[in-house]
Structures are given as C-alpha cells and as structure tokens.
C-alpha cells in the first residue's frame, strides 16, 4: 500500500524554524504533483503549500515569506522549510501526494489529493 510518512515535527519558540520532511511510495515520480497541509484543533484542515511537477509552488496567505516548499525527486523526498515561525503556526502537519498534475488553483485543496500522510505535529509557544 502506498504511504507517506513526514518527520521534522517538534517543538519550537516563537521566531524560530523548522523543517519538515515527507518520503514514501506514494510518491512515485517527478510527475506527481505534492503538498503540505495542517490541522489545528478545533480548526478545518487547510492548505499551507503546494507543488506541482511543474516546480510552481504556491502558498497559503498565512504562511507567504516565512515557509518554502521543496521536492528532491531522485530522493523522492518533499520538505517543507517553515521560518518566522508564530503560535498560530502550531498544528498537525500532513503531507500529500496526486499522481500527475493538480490544477494550479487547485493545489492547495485536500481534496485534489488521494495519498496522505499520519502527520507531524508542530507546536510553538511564545
């Protein structure tokens, strides 16, 4: 079955950094089209950052400037480099992956996806 696993969560201060990283089988190839995405409870998940196989990236308002999105295909790894990092920032971070390309408007939408991750949580306290 194919799966994702993310790893690079933790705990952190107000104004510092961390990166995230998500590796598996679902993604398959530089075709796939990946994204980062975060639950805060009581909150809906939401779309943080995305890119497609055509290296576009795009970003959530709430995260532009602070958080970078990156694929190493011959690692078959995605990462999610977040800076500047606030309170509100803190939630359960999701990696996704859809074979072939996602629709640049769509791409940050959960259900453009089919394979998720288990999430890692990130918390940061001020």
């Known amino acids: 079955q194919a799966q994702l696993v993310e790893s690079g969560g933790g705990s952190v201060q107000a104004g510092g950094s961390l990166r995230l990283s998500c590796a598996g089988s679902?993604?398959?190839?530089?075709?796939?089209?990946l994204a980062w995405f975060r639950k805060a409870p009581g909150k809906e998940r939401e779309g943080v950052a995305a890119i497609g196989s055509d290296e576009l990236t795009r970003f959530a308002d709430s995260v532009k400037g602070r958080f970078t999105i990156s694929r190493d295909n011959a690692k078959r790894t995605l990462y999610l480099q977040m800076n500047s990092l606030k309170p509100e920032d803190t939630a359960m971070y999701y990696c996704?992956?859809?074979?072939?390309?996602?629709?640049?408007?769509?791409?940050?939408?959960?259900?453009?996806?089919?394979?998720w991750g288990q999430g890692t949580q990130v918390t940061v306290s001020s």
């Open positions: 679902a993604y398959t190839s530089r075709s796939d089209s």
């Open positions: 996704a992956a859809q074979r072939g390309t996602v629709a640049y408007w769509s791409r940050l939408r959960d259900d453009a996806y089919r394979f």
